[in-house]
């Protein structure tokens, strides 16, 4: 499939799906009133599809890369915060595994795409 929208990526795709379940399960609970956590892990999430997006128009495959680097860090970050939320009680144990395997995947499927990009030209 030919890419010709940011939002035909894959990886911008379940980054965007980690996005909207990490909003739902920070709206809940004494989640929502850690504003501090709840800030953090909810620019995170948004950062991982934001980045993809913005390399998108990066104008080469280089600069592509960079901004999927980004990306990946901030799934990293992600999963690093959900283990403050776990540990203070604000998701659950299968909250946390859903959410974590989540971001590991999109963080992944990045990964693939940035090999992708470096063997191609743009």
Known sequence: MKIERFEDIE????????TREIYSAT?????????????QITRASGSIMHNI????DGGSNAEFVKFLRYAQRSATEVQSQLYVALDQSYITESQFKE???QAA???????????YLLRSNR
């Open 105 to 115: 995947h999109a963080r992944a499927k990045i990964g693939g795409f940035i090999a």
């Open 53 to 56: 997006a913005e390399g998108f």
């Open 11 to 18: 990886s911008w795709q379940i980054a965007r799906e980690l």
């Open 99 to 101: 959410l974590y395997d």
């Open 27 to 39: 709206k809940a609970g004494a989640f929502a009133k850690d504003y501090g956590l709840k800030d």
